[in-house]
């Protein structure tokens, strides 16, 4: 089944509800960074937060990215995603390896550790917005619960969850996210707080084959619920050698300098998707001489 990110009304509550399916993604995530299951569970969830951001976006060219830069061994996730439903993943140390809990559970919140969770936004204004927090649990979904209360004051509810089997399969990943609308009643608020405190958890609703919408069905008891927008969700890169060219024109020319002297050339990777761009001395030299 293909990945999709969905938005949902819910009668009679006043919130914006969204859900995800980011199997797919997640698993050519994992595929191109030969990511370790902690790995591949924190940058999952990572992955499915900042897809479910996209559904807020207004214009196709809008794009988002969640950077997470932390002390514990995976050092850093980045998420890009645009309005389009396209979205890549760096993973800073994507091989660790960190036992699983007593619990059984992955271990996320170890492979954070302490750090920040910045996101931008690109709007197509002059500056992007940004909003920055600190780590406050390394599970990921607390963290961008507490960044939506602290930087964007909407308070929400965020639940991601990453399946893996004993061979490192990735049998589901997805989540869902509630944020409440400024004029969501009192009522509603406990409503939803004590149905969050006795569903099961995302996990389990997805071991159970639950879809978006049965898992939104389910939160709210069997409200009706009305589908408002459905998009595609995709691991895609939009690197290009244009873009690289640019990014190495931006080097400090002592380092280019030394690109061309010593190293007679350059490679390099991508790091949201491996693809590989080779430099010859030649060719660095060209670009060179255009900033000289
Ligand atoms: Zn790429």
Redesign the pocket.
Same mark, same amino acid.
């Given at each position: 089944m293909k990945d999709q990110i969905t938005s949902f009304k819910v009668e009679g509550i006043q919130a914006r509800v969204f859900a995800v399916n980011s199997k797919e993604s997640v698993r050519e995530m994992q595929r191109i960074h030969n990511a370790s299951y902690t790995a591949t569970a924190a940058a999952g969830r990572a992955l499915s937060a900042t897809a479910m951001m996209i559904m807020t976006l207004k214009n196709e060219t809008d794009r988002i990215n969640a950077q997470i830069k932390c002390d514990g061994p995976i050092k850093g996730i980045v998420v890009a995603a645009n309005a389009n439903g396209e979205v890549?993943v760096d993973i800073y140390q994507p091989m660790i390896y960190i036992p699983l809990k007593k619990s059984g559970k992955l271990d996320v919140a170890s492979a954070i550790g302490k750090g920040t969770l910045t996101i931008v936004k690109d709007l197509g204004l002059k500056n992007p917005y940004t909003g920055n927090v600190n780590i406050v649990s390394g599970e990921i979904a607390e963290d961008f619960t507490y960044y939506f209360a602290a930087s964007e004051q909407t308070p929400s509810v965020v639940a991601l969850g990453v399946l893996i089997d004993k061979n490192d399969t990735v049998i589901a990943s997805g989540g869902y996210m509630i944020q409440l609308l400024p004029d969501c009643p009192e009522e509603t608020i406990s409503y939803i707080e004590k149905r969050i405190s006795e569903i099961d958890s995302v996990t389990a609703m997805m071991e159970k084959g639950m879809n978006q919408l049965q898992m939104v069905e389910y939160i709210f008891e069997n409200r009706r619920v009305e589908i408002l927008a459905t998009k595609d969700l995709n691991y895609k890169?939009? %690197?290009s050698r244009d873009r690289i060219e640019k990014g190495i024109s931006m080097l400090k020319k002592d380092d280019l300098k030394k690109m061309i002297s010593e190293d007679k050339g350059a490679e390099v990777t %991508?790091?949201? %998707?491996?693809?590989k761009y080779e430099f010859s001395e030649e060719e660095l030299q060209k670009i060179y001489d255009k900033i000289k």
């Open positions: 890549k890169c939009d %690197c %991508c790091h949201f %998707c491996n693809s």
